[in-house]
């Protein structure tokens, strides 16, 4: 079947495990953290995941159709503020290394590719100064990756 991540993002379709986008944008703080299958619906790439096989690929026909789709756009620029008010009101990523940093990668460069570099960018921008106003202790190996992401 195909454009199963759109539907999910227009909110008429369904994740992996059955939820619908706004259960999943209505996790709270604990549960974004400790629930690990949910990114990859949110911010869909190319690439499968490597921390949750199963997870759905993006096609190149399927991120035209998000790129299209008013509704596809509202829903991941509703994830993307959701995960940024996530990393926003939260400290425990905020250490060396955290599995969070990989979920920033894929957020950064799945904006970038379905909404746009702006959008993109200005989340990287308020991940970058959490970072700064904690001491700069994100690794910089990291760091690196989410200006690849972004570029």
Known sequence: ??????????GEGRDG???????VLAFDDARLEAVHDFIQWLFPLPDPSQAVPGSPVLGAAEAAAIRADPRAQAGLR???????????ATD??????DHNH???TRIIAAA?????RDEAAAFHAAISARNAEAG???????LRYWERALA
């Open 1 to 10: 079947m195909t454009d199963l991540i759109r539907h999910f993002l227009r």
């Open 17 to 23: 495990q059955g939820r619908r986008l706004a259960e």
């Open 78 to 88: 509703a994830a993307l503020e959701r995960m940024a008010g996530f990393y926003a």
């Open 92 to 97: 425990h990523w905020l250490v060396r290394h």
């Open 102 to 104: 990989r979920r920033i």
């Open 112 to 116: 970038r590719d379905l909404l746009d």
């Open 136 to 142: 700069g202790v994100i690794d910089p190996v990291s």
